[in-house]
């Protein structure tokens, strides 16, 4: 069972009558992407954040690499080697595209304290930051600042923040959201290089970019995961095609 | 060079140049006014420190200020009536040393800055505003019920406290080390911005879940933050009881917070020399518009209105454009 980095154990979260997630569990392996999805509303950003950190279960457990880390917060979790990316894109407006990096560069070799010399001449956070901005595709752009970035240029300035601390496990919540063709592409083709170096739990609408990229899916419906197996498997899943699946079919 | 820099070189030559000039032509009152602007912008450093690259709006800066000002009150007034400070567990007598004084002063800040920030941290938005403001009128009250150092009437110390090697009760040399001190501060700031922890600190003003997803938890930065703050604006209010001889509860007001955030504010918001615009902008109204009608905070209202509404960055952003990004 050492292959397992992230398990997510009976998990329950209950907002009122809904039940955001009803005893789900899944794991996530070394070297693969483990795709999570399901139609709007049932619960997948719900999960991640209780998988990241930002909210506490109401009842079961979630695991990473073996430790129980439910009662840790965000930050204890990042530190032990979650990168995670958001669903709404998330960066630091007003720094440039290499500020944002070394700051997750920053934040993995806790260096924050430090008050006097240039955060921008530190040689070991900017070797990290420059090879993960070069990894991303964004060497032209890392001098601009990041609202001023277009889209697709900061979901791709997220999986460089990611990156650069250097994850166990990365947590992306919609890396292709409001992407064009070609930029999904080129998502999906850095994504599939990044499994390599840590698993991906991966969620997204863009069912292309899925099934090209994931070993394996779990379909999520109302909080409930209702299958998981490789992509054949889920393609021939009768109940996913109706819960999901053909609801795409008829749009 | 950034224009920012040039905007910046011509104004501390400016308000090195005026008093300078005052003195040659045997001005003191001015040399005084340049002072009072240095000690002020140097409250204004201390608050921008937590305002302007924290984003956190404290509205109790006076407690900071007050602080300062009362240790050095305190001490020196013990000085001058020959009084230990304390007799048990051992003598402890007050001290008209400067360096003395602002060791305990910003020692004294920085630990109500620590107890303050600790507990108002916890908060953000208007009940930050609120805590940081309920803190420093505690101080206030407690500072006019309190008889043994001049409760109401305040404290007056009747020689200004000694730096070694200067006359400090010549103007242009009190000047001068008001000024130093000032500069220092400033320097110091702009390291501390640039830093791995300015980095960390101006990220968690503007997303702090982002900053906490990478590691970093934006409460201990912001409390840093809100210490190194308070330290500076009670080194100003120990600065400022100097100047003027005289420590009372009014350091503590609302209306001295709300002072030091105008400066802040008229200066340029995050901006390394915004403080010194901004204090030095309100002297001279003060003065000027002060001769014209005793109700020229009015005037300061509009102004303050036009500032917020038409010049986001203040005097220093109105020069010097948009903020580049420090490379």
């Known amino acids: 069972m050492t292959d397992v980095v992230i398990s997510v154990e009976n998990l329950s979260k209950q907002f009122g009558a809904l039940k955001a997630s009803d005893k789900v569990s899944l794991d996530l392996r070394r070297g693969e992407i483990h795709a999570l999805i399901g139609p709007n509303g049932a619960g997948k950003s719900t999960l991640i954040k209780q998988i990241a950190g930002g909210l506490r279960p109401d009842t079961g457990a979630v ?17 032990m080697g979650l990168g995670r990316s958001f ?19 920053q934040g993995l070799h806790r260096r924050t304290f430090r008050f006097f010399g240039a955060a921008m001449d530190d040689p070991l956070l900017r070797r990290s930051a420059e090879r993960q901005v070069e990894r991303t595709g964004l060497v032209a752009r890392q001098a601009v600042r990041a609202a001023d970035l277009a889209h697709g240029e900061r979901r791709r300035l997220e999986i460089a923040m990611a990156l650069a601390l250097e994850p166990k496990a990365f947590l992306l919540d919609e890396p292709m959201a409001g992407m064009g063709p070609d930029g999904s592409k080129e998502m999906t083709a850095i994504l599939d290089d990044l499994r390599h170096e840590a698993p991906i739990l991966l969620i997204e ?5 899925v099934f090209a990229l994931a070993d394996r899916i779990s379909v999520l419906v109302y909080g409930r995961v209702i299958a998981t197996g490789t992509v054949d498997e889920i393609r021939a899943n009768a109940e996913v095609r109706r819960a999901y699946l053909g609801e795409e079919d008829e749009t | 060079m950034r224009r920012e820099t040039i905007v910046n070189i011509v104004l501390a030559a400016g308000f090195l140049a005026v008093p300078l000039v005052a003195w040659f032509i045997d001005e003191p009152f001015i040399v005084t006014l340049a002072t009072r602007v240095a000690i002020l912008a140097l409250a204004g450093v201390g608050l921008n420190i937590a305002l302007g690259y924290g984003g956190l709006v404290s509205f109790g ?11 050095m009150g305190v001490l020196a007034s013990h000085a001058q009536n020959f009084e230990p400070l304390a007799t048990w567990p051992f003598e402890v007598s007050g001290t008209k040393s400067m360096l003395v004084i602002w060791l305990v002063a910003l020692i004294v800040s920085g630990l109500a800055a620590a107890v303050i920030g600790a507990l108002s941290l916890r908060t953000g938005g208007v009940y930050f505003i609120m805590i940081t403001l309920a803190f420093a009128q505690m101080l206030f009250f407690f500072t006019i019920s309190w008889p043994a150092y001049g409760g109401e009437d305040g404290l007056s110390i009747y020689v200004r406290n000694s730096f070694p090697g200067l006359n400090t009760l010549d103007p242009i040399q009190f000047f001068a080390v008001c ?17 791995h922890f300015g980095l960390a600190l101006q990220s968690a003003r503007q997303n702090a879940e982002r900053v ?16 190194a703050s308070g330290m500076v604006t009670g080194l100003a209010g120990a600065l400022f009881a100097d100047l003027n001889r005289f420590v009372s509860p009014a350091m503590f007001s609302w209306q001295t917070s709300g002072e030091i955030i105008v400066f802040v504010i008229l200066g340029g918001v995050g901006r390394l020399f915004g403080p010194l615009a901004g204090a030095a902008l309100f002297i001279l109204l003060e003065h000027w518009l002060g001769g014209l009608t005793t109700y020229w905070q009015f005037l300061l209202g509009l102004l303050l209105l036009g500032v917020v509404l038409f010049f986001r960055g203040g005097l220093i952003g ?5 903020e580049v990004a420090h490379d």
């Open chain 2, 179 to 195: 000024a130093a001190v000032l500069f220092a501060a400033i320097f110091l700031s702009g390291r501390l911005v640039r830093s």
């Open chain 2, 318 to 322: 109105t020069l010097a454009g948009r």
């Open chain 2, 212 to 227: 906490e997803a990478v590691g970093i938890r934006p409460f201990d930065v912001r409390l840093a933050a809100f210490i």
């Open chain 2, 61 to 71: 800066h006076a407690a900071f200020f007050g602080l300062g000002g009362y240790a």
């Open chain 1, 87 to 105: 669903q709404v894109s998330s960066v630091i407006p007003e720094l440039t595209v290499f500020q944002n990096v070394l700051l997750a560069a």
């Open chain 1, 205 to 209: 609408h863009d069912m292309d970019a």
């Open chain 1, 63 to 79: 695991r990473f690499l073996g430790r129980d880390v439910t009662a840790l917060d965000t930050v204890a979790r990042a530190r």
